[in-house]
């Protein structure tokens, strides 16, 4: 079998310099990668100085009982007191914490570091009458709206641990999570907005705690004024949360105390509860908002796009940005509602400076067509980053130029529900960007590419993803099973964690992601990635997006099987023989005649999580035409049903 990665044949040559006058000003140089590899230790003990301790800690890493780690031990802080109330009591109280932006427009409200002061401490004295103590588990199933980070942040002062679940997920998804974590109460609302209309939430959670013995009382927020049924044990937001006091004590917590359980669906077995603890998660969350998208608190507007159901929204909308004082941008809905500009309308309302999105937002902009950004202004922008999937090079050039202007870094930025934090990105005043790749290890993190045996690759080598030694935001356990912990992560390689994404390392020792080990294809003894694939097909100027998959074939073992679908003007001519040709061909050339798909299958959709990340498996699924697997965490089945009606093969 070949060892030799097949991205060797992909040369991408495009280099971005960071901007001078964003270098010379920038938060984090050169010279702290060296400070860092020198004293890792000591690194990350100056970064927890970003943060206020009740009481100090007396050792930064206790890696006596790998893999279970312990950090900042003995010392003590309450996550909530650091996100909030320090920075009124800094005299930034007037400084806005989040712009929110409802989806039916016109609809915003305005929350100064005061405002949410205020407000967090009413949820958490409401939390501490309905029975909530510290330790209990509380889960969180709200829309994008201002209560979802008061109610996370309630959660943090009084020491109960958080566990927020999507919106978007089951009364079955919510049941299964509800019961592994235990919860004792369930915040939600009666709904949300979603493409211009209310979408109701409140009737999942009654189906899903119908079957949940541990939920004592469900608080729910009125957002859309719905009808909803009541239950005995429901409590209305305004009811409970309005008359309590604004005023709460917070108490420092251990730097080891859960602070959240976040649920990673996997492909398969029951979803994992990720389990985060305080100390370590804050100080990684921090530092590394302020390093890779260089912010300026007091200047800055920031926006991160995603859902907060996500470990996106945990990190980067709620508590890396507030524990740096940030204003941020929160929206509720969805890039559609009610056009396909909104999300550039709000970067000029808000003269956004700071956007994070991911490559399938950025892949469905390029389909929806260049002059829908160019009609506003986004000339605010100064860095735009990326997270979920590896972001194909001409996505990266596209959201460069179309977005960025040529003038803003691109930081692409890799890590995993379970880093907590970002692991591996270029800083934008120092990394002379390429794009596709993530590049090195952020100062403090050691990142490594190792073959089969967990041997370190050489440069121009392709191997599997680990992390080598421990990091502050590391998850720290699985919810209620260290065996399953340790077996995931930790058993792969010894010594080392293993992040289950495949990636190279390019002749200067860049690091390059090609997708999960799992979507691997093998043809014909070669091992070829997905994403080297999808990323080729969509350097054709016709090709939005595109997903690639392996078929089992009986001559080559594995065939590829590519679903795209066609950017903007080239729909109509999409669905001859000749554009299918056109593209096994380019892929032929980019890559090598190896990588040519042996089927090329144009569609309307690709089927994605509610995170964006495309669901190859159903498509493999599609493409040996057995019937469907779990399909739950889809952000809308009927997808599936378009995808299917395409092809000759499938039923
Ligand atoms: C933050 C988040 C983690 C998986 C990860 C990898 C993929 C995320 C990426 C990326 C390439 C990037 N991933 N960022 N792949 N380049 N910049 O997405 O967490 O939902 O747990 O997913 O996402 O495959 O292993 P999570």
Request: net charge negative; aromatic share 8%; glycine share 8%.
């Amino acid at each position: 079998m070949s060892q030799e990665p097949l991205s060797n044949l992909l040369k991408e040559n495009r280099r971005f310099a960071p901007p001078p006058e964003l270098a010379a000003a920038a938060n984090v140089k050169a010279d702290v990668y060296d400070e860092a590899a020198a004293d890792r230790l000591g690194f990350w003990a100056r970064q927890a100085e970003r943060l206020t301790w009740a009481k100090p800690w007396e050792q930064v890493l206790d890696w006596s009982n790998p893999p279970f780690a312990k950090w900042f031990v003995g010392g003590e802080l309450n996550v909530a007191y650091n996100c909030v109330d320090r920075h009124v009591e800094a005299g930034l109280g007037d400084r806005v914490a989040y712009h929110w932006e409802g989806e039916p427009e016109g609809d915003t409200r305005t929350l100064t570091y005061a405002d949410l002061q205020r407000e967090v401490n009413k949820a958490a004295n409401a939390l501490l009458e309905l029975g909530v103590r510290k330790g209990d588990r509380v889960a969180i199933y709200l829309p994008m709206i201002p209560e979802l980070p008061i109610s996370m942040l309630a959660c943090a002062r009084i020491g109960a641990t958080h566990s927020v679940v999507f919106g978007g997920f089951s009364a079955d998804a919510l049941r299964t999570r509800i019961n592994d974590a235990q919860a004792k109460l369930v915040i939600t609302a009666d709904g949300g907005y979603r493409r211009g209309k209310p979408s109701a939430l409140k009737p999942t959670v009654d189906e899903a705690v119908a079957d949940t013995p541990s939920v004592e009382r469900v608080l729910v927020v009125r957002r859309t004024g719905e009808e909803t049924a009541q239950h005995e044990r429901d409590v209305w937001w305004h009811d409970v949360v309005d008359r309590q006091s604004d005023r709460h004590e917070a108490q420092p917590h251990d730097a080891e105390h859960p602070l959240y359980i976040l649920y990673t669906s996997g492909t398969t077995g029951k979803p994992k509860g990720i389990l985060h603890t305080a100390g370590g998660y804050l100080t990684q969350v921090a530092y590394t908002h302020h390093a890779v998208f260089d912010l300026k608190p007091e200047t800055d507007v920031y926006w991160c796009s995603a859902d907060i159901g996500w470990v996106t929204g945990h990190s980067y909308i709620v508590y890396g940005p507030l524990a740096n004082g940030a204003t941020s941008v929160m929206y509720e809905g969805t890039p559609d509602t009610p056009h396909r500009g909104r999300w550039w309308e709000i970067i000029a309302k808000y003269k956004v400076t700071i956007f994070y999105t991911a490559p399938t937002a950025i892949r469905t902009f390029m389909k929806w067509g260049d002059d829908i950004p160019a009609k506003y202004d986004l000339s605010s922008l100064r860095v735009i980053g990326s997270v979920g999937e590896p972001i194909n090079p001409e996505a990266y050039v596209w959201y460069r130029h179309h977005i960025g202007a040529d003038r803003c870094p691109v930081v692409d930025t890799w890590w995993q529900t379970e880093t907590g934090a970002i692991m591996i990105s270029p800083l934008p005043g120092v990394t002379e960007g390429k794009p596709g790749a993530a590049m090195r290890p952020l100062p403090g993190i050691s990142a490594d590419v190792v073959d089969d045996t967990g041997a370190s690759v050489p440069n121009g080598g392709g191997g599997f993803l680990v992390l080598k030694e421990p990091w502050p935001s590391m998850l720290r356990t699985i919810w209620g099973d260290d065996e399953r912990y340790v077996k995931t992560y930790w058993s792969r390689f010894e010594g080392m964690y293993f992040a289950g994404d495949g990636a190279k390392k390019d002749d200067d020792g860049d690091i390059w992601l090609l997708g999960r080990v799992d979507d691997v294809m093998l043809v014909s003894g070669h091992n070829i990635s997905t994403t080297e694939v999808e990323s080729a097909l969509v350097s054709h100027p016709k090709v939005a997006e595109a997903a690639v998959t392996g078929a089992t074939d009986p001559v080559t073992g594995q065939a590829i099987v590519a679903f795209v679908i066609p950017r903007g003007a080239a729909e109509d001519e999409a669905d001859g023989e000749e554009f299918v040709k056109e593209l096994r061909d380019h892929v032929a050339r980019t890559l090598g005649p190896i990588a040519k798909p042996r089927q090329i299958m144009v569609v309307p959709e690709l089927p994605k999580t509610r995170s964006g990340k495309i669901m190859r498996r159903l498509l493999r699924d599609v493409a040996e035409n057995r019937s469907l697997g779990d399909v739950t965490t889809l952000t809308d089945s009927s997808v599936m049903d378009l995808i299917s009606a395409k092809l000759p093969t499938a039923k």
